[in-house]
Antibody, heavy 117, light 106 residues
Framework: QVQLVQSGAEVKRPGASVKVSCKASGYTFTTYAIHWVRQAPGQGLEWMGWVNAGNGDTTYSQKFQGRVTMTRDTSASTVYMELSSLRSEDTALYYC??????????WGQGTLVTVSS | SYELTQPLSVSVALGQTARITCEGKNIGSKNAHWYQQKPGQAPVLVIYRDNNRPSGIPERFSGSNSGNTATLTLSRAQAGDEADYYCQVWDSSTFVFGSGTKVTVL
């Protein structure tokens, strides 16, 4: 079955960077884009951007431009999301999701990133 | 930038019908998608392209989209349907999510 498995929880200091991975299985990795969405505690879903797993092209939300980098490793069927210059407001659950046709299905299980001094 | 507005909360009696709205300018010209998120879990797609159900989603979930409003309809509500529901569209190569609606089954 199609599955996205994300890396484990992270605790980072303000100003540091974090890199979260999302490993895909159960389908041809290069056929679909992968998006990243985050959810701060008690808040709604916030779209961050997406990477074309086939050619590596990316599109980022303006809010994260300059701070986020999304890459993929086709040999490992894995997508990465790196967020730099972390601040406390970046504390959130980060999800990846596969894009079959401008929606997300399925989603990864989420990775909790905590930013604290 | 494009915005989607959802009611903060909707309550429904057990076995009755709940309708969750998602308002956006001319949203009827876009494809609307809906996700269910239960506490401590990742979101799950329940409706895609306005009114299509993924495999495994009960027929009790249905959707419509016209004019400035997309609607998720939950028929014969069950206790297990209590969750947050989010609408989403694709606009100018970006995803836009609604603010989310908490559904309570009484």
């Amino acid at each position: 079955q199609v599955q996205l498995v994300q890396s484990g929880a992270e605790v980072k200091r303000p100003g540091a960077s974090v890199k979260v991975s999302c490993k895909a299985s159960g389908y041809t990795f290069t056929t679909y884009a992968i998006h990243w969405v985050r959810q701060a505690p008690g808040q709604g879903l916030e779209w961050m951007g997406w990477v074309n797993a086939g050619n590596g092209d990316t599109t980022y939300s303006q809010k994260f431009q300059g701070r986020v980098t999304m890459t993929r490793d086709t040999s490992a069927s894995t997508v990465y999301m790196e967020l730099s210059s972390l601040r406390s407001e970046d504390t959130a659950l980060y999800y990846c999701g596969r894009d079959p046709d401008e929606y997300l299905d399925p989603w990864g299980q989420g990775t909790l990133v905590t930013v604290s001094s | 930038s494009y915005e989607l507005t959802q009611p903060l909360s909707v309550s429904v009696a057990l076995g009755q019908t709940a309708r969750i709205t998602c308002e956006g300018k001319n949203i009827g010209s876009k494809n609307a998608h809906w996700y269910q998120q239960k506490p401590g879990q990742a979101p799950v797609l329940v409706i895609y392209r306005d009114n299509n159900r993924p495999s495994g989603i009960p027929e009790r979930f249905s959707g419509s989209n016209s004019g400035n409003t997309a609607t998720l309809t939950l028929s014969r509500a069950q206790a297990g349907d209590e969750a947050d529901y989010y609408c989403q569209v694709w606009d100018s190569s970006t995803f836009v999510f609604g603010s989310g609606t908490k559904v309570t089954v009484l």
